[in-house]
């Protein structure tokens, strides 16, 4: 910070520079077995990400958070799949262009997801506060559970493509089964929490306790069961906080004593996976990747602004602050490889996902932190 430099860059640095692509000083074994502790950080996150979806604060801006999400990931998921379809022979992909359709709209889906991570370690260092903050992150839980809700829809789609076959009349009814489910143990995660603190209402530290030991059942339990955990983690943030009025007396413990060693220890392991010499082998693919998304999400936003008759000046800066992209981008790409049917195109599309990454969380951090402080001025100047 002496520097300049946000934390999260500086984690992401020491992460290269300690993983295989820069002193490879962190066994292998460790690599291995870390994504534990990134699948349990990224629990956290999604909980505190979908507590700002706090009805109180947001119910004059709900439609507005709707619209703007809604139109900047159609936007965002339409250019980056139409621009991979188009230039697919000029990306010299390695396999055959049977599977142009299907690289396009599986990158169209990933590219609509936000890192929340970022986003809440770049507010919780430039420390502004407002309604603006929680607009923003209100857009980033939507954007992620639209990013959920898209891409399970998109593997199903990508399957008829690879094997027809393989598809029956009941698949689309299980997806939504699946969602469904996961909108349930979230909720249920958030009541029997909610619960606990009852008990141990005059207790403040065994309650932050019981919460973070419930978020991580709630997210366990969603994975053991095949569903979307980072979906029930988002859904437990919103319905816990909109629940009880003393929910955020956990999340100010949270922010205190736990945030901080939840993004060293995400962002330092997300780097220490990232293939630094697979942006000299694919660069254009991460160019045209990195360029379409934050294209769409501008041009969704302004869209979105406009048809809510939202703030003027949302439409010209919040487009920027949604640069970030990292943990369920990667998660979601990460599925791919547990998919039958997708072992070619699975490796190509993690690769360049986790390349994107280290472009994402370099510069975007920046990006948003002049916007909050940007937009943070304004408001002052006019009051």
Not at 373 to 379: A, H, T
Request: charged fraction near 15%; avoid cysteine.
């Amino acid at each position: 910070q002496s520097l300049g430099v946000l934390s999260v860059v500086g984690y992401l640095v020491l992460g290269v520079i300690i993983g295989p692509s820069g002193f490879n000083l962190i066994p292998k074994e460790f690599i291995d077995g870390s994504s534990f502790i990134i699948d349990m950080s990224l629990s956290l996150i999604s909980v505190l990400v979908g507590a700002n979806l706090r009805y109180d604060i947001l119910k004059d801006m709900l439609k507005q958070i709707f619209a703007i999400s809604f139109f900047e990931s159609i936007f965002t998921f339409l250019l980056i799949t139409i621009s991979f379809y188009i230039m697919f022979d000029f990306l010299h992909f390695s396999f055959s262009r049977e599977y142009r359709i299907i690289i396009s709209i599986l990158f169209g889906g990933l590219a609509i997801a936000t890192a929340p991570a970022t986003i809440l370690a770049v507010i919780h260092e430039t420390k502004t506060k407002g309604k603006f903050n929680s607009f923003l992150l209100g857009i980033v839980a939507m954007d992620n559970a639209f990013a959920l809700l898209f891409f399970s829809f998109i593997v199903i789609i990508s399957k008829t493509f690879i094997d027809s076959s393989s598809i029956d009349n009941y698949l689309l009814l299980s997806i939504i089964k699946d969602m469904i489910l996961s909108i349930v143990v979230g909720g249920a995660g958030a009541f029997i929490s909610e619960i606990i603190d009852r008990v141990f209402k005059k207790n403040q530290a065994v309650k932050t306790t019981s919460t973070l030991g419930m978020i991580f059942i709630t997210f366990s339990t969603s994975q053991y069961f095949s569903l979307e955990p980072l979906l029930s983690s988002l859904v437990m943030g919103i319905v816990a906080s909109n629940l009880s009025k003393d929910f955020f007396l956990v999340k100010k413990e949270f922010d205190n004593h736990l945030k901080e060693i939840i993004f060293l220890l995400f962002f330092t392991i997300s780097a220490i996976h990232l293939n630094i010499t697979f942006l000299i082998h694919m660069p254009f693919a991460i160019i045209i990747y990195v360029l379409f998304r934050i294209t769409g999400k501008v041009t969704g936003v302004w869209i979105g602004s406009k048809i809510s008759k939202g703030d003027e000046s949302l439409a010209k800066h919040l487009g920027i602050a949604l640069f970030p992209q990292a943990g369920i981008a990667i998660g979601l790409a990460l599925s791919l490889q547990e998919v039958a049917g997708f072992e070619i195109v699975a490796p190509i599309i993690l690769n360049i996902i986790i390349a994107t990454t280290l472009i994402h969380e370099l510069i975007g951090p920046f990006l948003t932190k002049f916007i909050l402080i940007k937009y943070s001025k304004q408001k002052n100047k006019k009051a």
